[in-house]
C-alpha cells in the first residue's frame, strides 16, 4: 500500500477547514431528557420555564406569631398591646399564614404571659415577614437560558418552580480506537518490544473533563482491514472517532486509508509540533480523528482539534486558559515549518515570572504532568533566546505559581523528597525544579531566576566544594551558600558487576559503554577531573559523548543493558537496584539569594532540611550524610 505524504496545513487554517467540512455535513448535537436531581454541569438545549410560583403560597419568613396587622397598630414600648389567644397563631419559618392574618411578628419581640396571651411593643406593617406567593419565582418566568451551564443552585432553583424534568444537551460519545501489533494493555511487567497503551487512558480522562463520555474499543492490530472494520463500528455507535497511531509514515501505517475507506480525508499532516501527522477525517457529520501514537502529540492534538469541537457541540465559546508574559531561563529552538508547543515550569522569582523548559520529546508525557504552562513558538520563529521575555499559556493559576519555590540547578531525588515534604508541611506550598547542571543553576541565581541552586562543583586545584565558585561568580556578595547534605558519588554498574570493574581506571575496558552527564553538572567536573588525575584519555571512553541530565537518567540506561556504567550517586543505584563503585563522597549544597533569604518558600526550605522528617527520608534513601543541613557556610 503506498503512503500518501503529509501535508502541512497552518493550524488555524485546519482547525477553520474541519469546521466548515463537518458542517457541511450536518455536524449537531443531539438533546436528550433528564431529572433535575442528575442535572448538575449538564448544559441546558432550551431555555427552563418555572410551571408553579415560589413560593406558591403565603409563607411565614420567621419563627413567631402571625396576626392582622391592624390588630397591632398603636403598640409602642409605653402602649403594649396584648392579643388573647384567638387574635394571633405561632408559626415557624415556612408555615402556611393561617387565612385572615396579613403579618407576622419575630419571636423574639413579643412576650409569652402565662394565661396564654402575647404583649406586642411595636406595631405590625402589613405583609411583614411575609414571603409573598412567587416572590422567588413566578410560574411561567425563565429560570434559566438555553446553552447555560446548570449549577448547585440552578438544581434548587428549577426544583422551587415545579421543574423535575428538563432537556438537555446529550453528551457526545467518543470513540478511543489504540491500534499497533506492539501494544499491550496496561500492566507492571511488559516484555523487551510491548508498548503499554495508557493513551486512552489520557485521552478519556480529557474527554470526561470537556463534558464528553469517552468509549474505549480493544485494542487493534496494524491490519487494515481489522482497523477499518473498527472505524465502522465506532462511526456508528459514537459522535466522534480517535484512531489512535498509525497516522505517520511507518510501513504499518494505515490510518489514512482506512479513514479514507469509510468516509473522507480532508487533511494529513498538520503545521504543529508535535502532533504533525494529525488526520483529519470524517464519516459524513461524524469526525474522526488521526491521532500520533506518541503520548505528547497525541494530547496537543487532541486538545487543538477534538476540543473546539466538543465546545461547538455544547455551544460554549472555547475555553481561552490565562496568558502571561515571563522571563526564559534557557533557550528555546524552533525549527520554522511548524507551530511548536513547548512545555515549562514555572514560578515567581521576586516580581519576575520565569518559565524553565522541559524535555520536548513527543513520548515525554512525564513533561506534560509538570507543565504550569506552554510557549507557543509560530510557525517561522527560529525560537527564543535565554532571558527573552515571552507568551505563555498558563495551565496552573498564578497564585500557585507566586507561592512556588523555584529551584534551578543539580539533579538529585532528594529535591523530589524535599518538594513532598515541603507541601506537606505546607499545602500552599510548591516546589518546580528544573535540572541543568551546577553551573547552570550558579547562572540562574545570578540571573535572578532561581530562589535556589543545587550545586557540587569540585575546585581541583584545592579539593573544595563550590566556594571558590561563588566567590568567583558572585564578587560582591548577595547570596548564601547553604548546607544540604555529603552524598557518596561512584561507578554505577551492572546488577552483578559482569565486566570486574574493581577501580576508575577500568571503564576503557574493551567493550565497556559509558553513559555520561551534560557539560556544567557537577558529576561531569568531577568526572573530567577523574580523568586527568588517573590519566584516562576521554576518547579511550566508549560512550564519553553521550549524555543524560540526571542521575536517575544515567541509571535507566545500565539498568535496561543499554549501557555498562556511569558516574552517579549511591542512592539513585540502590534505587535501581545497581551495583556501586565507590569513589568520593561529595558537598550537595544550596545555593540561595539574598533577596530570597527571607522569602516564605526559602524559610520553609531551610525548616525542611533542619527537620527530622527530611533527616528520616535520606537515610532511608542511603548515601547521604547530614552535617548541620541548613546551615550557612562561610565563603571567606
Known amino acids: ?329 534557557r533557550p528555546v529552538v524552533s525549527g520554522l515549518k511548524y507551530q511548536e508547543y513547548v512545555r515549562v515550569r514555572m514560578g515567581y522569582v521576586g516580581d519576575r515570572l520565569t518559565a524553565s523548559p522541559l524535555p520536548r520529546g513527543s513520548g515525554v508525557v512525564s513533561s506534560f504532568m509538570k507543565a504550569d504552562g506552554i510557549i507557543e513558538v509560530p510557525q517561522g520563529t527560529e525560537g527564543y533566546q535565554s532571558g527573552e521575555e515571552v507568551r505563555v499559556r498558563l495551565l496552573n493559576p498564578k497564585k500557585k505559581l507566586k507561592n512556588t519555590l523555584v529551584v534551578i540547578g543539580s539533579h538529585d531525588p532528594l529535591l523530589d523528597e524535599l518538594a513532598d515534604l515541603i507541601h506537606m508541611e505546607n499545602h500552599s506550598l510548591y516546589v518546580s525544579s528544573a535540572h541543568v547542571g551546577s553551573m547552570g543553576g550558579i547562572m540562574a541565581v545570578r540571573r535572578g531566576e532561581a530562589h535556589a541552586a543545587g550545586i557540587h562543583l569540585l575546585d581541583t586545584e584545592t579539593g573544595v566544594y563550590n566556594r571558590s565558585y561563588i566567590r568567583k561568580y558572585f564578587p560582591r556578595g548577595g547570596v548564601y551558600l547553604v548546607r544540604c547534605v555529603g552524598r557518596q558519588q561512584g561507578l554505577m554498574l551492572q546488577k552483578g558487576n559482569p565486566l570486574s570493574l574493581r577501580s576508575f581506571e577500568d571503564i576503557t575496558k574493551e567493550g565497556l559503554r559509558y553513559v555520561n552527564r551534560q557539560k556544567g553538572s557537577g558529576t561531569r567536573v568531577l568526572m573530567d577531573y577523574l580523568c586527568a588525575k588517573h590519566n584516562v584519555p576521554a576518547e579511550k571512553i566508549y560512550g564519553y559523548e553521550r549524555e543524560e541530565m540526571t542521575h536517575n537518567a544515567v541509571a535507566v540506561q545500565i539498568a535496561s543493558d543499554s549501557a555498562d556504567a556511569g558516574m552517579g550517586i549511591y542512592s539513585t543505584a540502590k534505587l535501581y537496584d545497581l551495583d556501586f563503585l565507590p569513589i568520593c563522597v561529595e558537598e550537595y549544597d544550596l545555593l540561595i539569594p539574598g533577596d530570597a533569604w527571607h522569602n516564605a518558600a526559602v524559610r520553609q526550605l531551610i525548616a525542611t532540611l533542619q527537620s527530622p522528617a527530611f533527616a528520616a527520608r535520606i537515610n532511608a534513601m542511603g548515601g547521604y550524610t547530614l552535617d548541620h543541613p541548613g546551615e550557612i557556610i562561610d565563603l571567606v
Open 1 to 329: 500500500m503506498s503512503f500518501e505524504y503529509l501535508t502541512n496545513v497552518p493550524l488555524d487554517q485546519a482547525k477553520k477547514d474541519y469546521m466548515e467540512l463537518l458542517r457541511r455535513h450536518g455536524f449537531a448535537s443531539c438533546s436528550e431528557c433528564i431529572p433535575v436531581r442528575e442535572s448538575y454541569g449538564r448544559i441546558t438545549c432550551r431555555a427552563v420555564y418555572a410551571r408553579i410560583n415560589a413560593p406558591h403560597y403565603a409563607a411565614s419568613a420567621m419563627d413567631g406569631i402571625a396576626l392582622r396587622a391592624r390588630d397591632s397598630f398603636g403598640a409602642t414600648e409605653t402602649t403594649p398591646v396584648t392579643l388573647e389567644t384567638d387574635r394571633y397563631v405561632v408559626v415557624d419559618t415556612g408555615d402556611p399564614v393561617p387565612e385572615g392574618c396579613d403579618a407576622v411578628i419575630m419571636v423574639e419581640d413579643t412576650v409569652r404571659n402565662d394565661d396564654g396571651t402575647v404583649t406586642i411593643r411595636a406595631a405590625a406593617a402589613p405583609w411583614q415577614h411575609i414571603r409573598q406567593i412567587g416572590e422567588d419565582i413566578c410560574a411561567g418566568e425563565m429560570i434559566l437560558p438555553s446553552y447555560y451551564e446548570i449549577t448547585p443552585a440552578a438544581i434548587g432553583a428549577m426544583i422551587a418552580g415545579g421543574v423535575t424534568e428538563l432537556e438537555v444537551l446529550r453528551r457526545p460519545v467518543v470513540g478511543i480506537i489504540p491500534t499497533g501489533d506492539e501494544i499491550i494493555p496496561p500492566c507492571s511487567d511488559p516484555k523487551p518490544g510491548d508498548i503499554l497503551e495508557f493513551n486512552s487512558s489520557i485521552f478519556s480522562a480529557m474527554l470526561q473533563d470537556w463534558g464528553a463520555v469517552p468509549k474505549t474499543y480493544p485494542i487493534v492490530p496494524d491490519r487494515f482491514e481489522a482497523i477499518r472494520d473498527m472505524l465502522l463500528t465506532a462511526s456508528e455507535e459514537c459522535d466522534m472517532v480517535i484512531l489512535n497511531a498509525g497516522s505517520s509514515a511507518g510501513r504499518d501505517d494505515y490510518s489514512t486509508s482506512a479513514i479514507r475507506e469509510v468516509g473522507e480525508v480532508l487533511y494529513h499532516g498538520i503545521a504543529i509540533k508535535p502532533g504533525k501527522p494529525a488526520i483529519l477525517g470524517c464519516r459524513g457529520s461524524k469526525p474522526i480523528l488521526g491521532v500520533p501514537g506518541y503520548p505528547v502529540s497525541g494530547i496537543i492534538v487532541i486538545e487543538e482539534l477534538l476540543r473546539p469541537l466538543v465546545d461547538v457541540w455544547f455551544g460554549r465559546e472555547s475555553d481561552i486558559r490565562s496568558r502571561t508574559r515571563a522571563t526564559l531561563t
